[in-house]
């Protein structure tokens, strides 16, 4: 029998750190630093493949110079770089106030 896939939702607060880092069933955003350095590690190692995915910056050498930043937001690029890592499957939203 197959395992029927996991869906959950989750809502949080844009602030440029902690959406990711909710994921996980402790629901505990303490870890975004952590999270953030593993995407920005992943997406340095393997620049050719998630260039594509590069919308803001005009490489991946500017995307982390800014990323690095604590506070940044996330873009398609690191979205897709965490679920790179994470082997999961997100889906983003973006709802108006």
């Known amino acids: 029998m197959r395992n029927k896939a996991q869906r959950r939702e989750i809502v949080a607060r844009g602030d440029g750190n902690r ?3 909710l994921w996980d069933d402790t629901n505990n955003d303490q ?5 953030r350095s593993l995407v920005n590690q992943i997406t340095a190692l393997f620049p050719d493949k998630f ?3 590069l919308f803001q910056a005009p490489s991946v050498a500017l995307h982390l110079a800014k990323s690095t930043r604590s506070g940044t ?3 398609t690029v690191d979205i897709v770089a ?6 999961m499957h997100f889906c983003v939203f973006d709802v108006p106030n």
């Open 73 to 75: 937001w996330a873009e």
């Open 19 to 21: 959406a990711i880092s």
């Open 31 to 35: 870890n975004h630093d952590e999270i």
């Open 82 to 87: 965490c679920a790179t890592f994470s082997a």
């Open 51 to 53: 260039e594509p995915c």
